[in-house]
């Protein structure tokens, strides 16, 4: 670590469907912030606690380099990091500090709902589209099948359609997208929800104590809604 820091900084998402929930639980631990002009900080006045808010694909980063303390993220974007960072000779930097019950999704598997499903061999030379790679190859080398991966930012469910890919492996929580799309989950290859991401190692500079503070709030914020 290049500075010392003495108040905790805790990543969130900018917009998008964890930002709000996470802002929530963040101010029922009594929390309150000031924001920057430019909206990409938060300046915490009730406890030493800062917020950066970035793009959720950011936030795994932001903790490994120790930019961030903590996160609030998609087990799934932690998981597709972790495994990126293992690909490149790296080891795990983090891990789910907290499970946050809520942001509740899985990562399928998807194909064309008039198609039948017999099992994953049934992909072998197929290209899957998906913006989770390293998850998705994982899953299959596990399986024992080979196939194309075809890494997509966003948009993957339209990939058939467009004849990007034959199937697709993306994020299902009711599966509304998919049968808008004429697709149907068929595998499941993991189950996320939103977690406190942090490092593996302990924090310095008597961030440490500000981080139980935190947490120990927020495991009363999260048993009152239980
Ligand atoms: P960003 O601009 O921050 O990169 P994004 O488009 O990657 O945003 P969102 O669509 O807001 O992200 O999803 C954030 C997280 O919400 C996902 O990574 C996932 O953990 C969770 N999530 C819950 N349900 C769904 C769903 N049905 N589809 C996609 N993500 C979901
Ligand atoms: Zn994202």
New binding site residues.
Partial sequence: PATTRDRLRVAI???????EPARDLLASCGLTWRESRDRLFCYGESLPVDLLL????DIPGLIADGVCDLGI?????LVENDLARQHDGGTSALKEWRQLGW???RLDIAINDDEQWTGPEQLAGQRIAT?FPRTLSRWLSDKGVSAEVVTLS?SVEIAPRLGQADVVC?????GG?LAANSLKPVETLLH???VIAGPVAALEDGREEIADLLLRRMDGALRLKE
Avoid: H, W, Y
């Fill in positions: 998402q900018k917009s998008g469907r964890l930002a970035v793009r959720d694909d993220v998609g087990r799934n974007v942001g509740v999704c913006s966003g993306d994020l299902v929580s009711t997208t996320s929800e939103a």
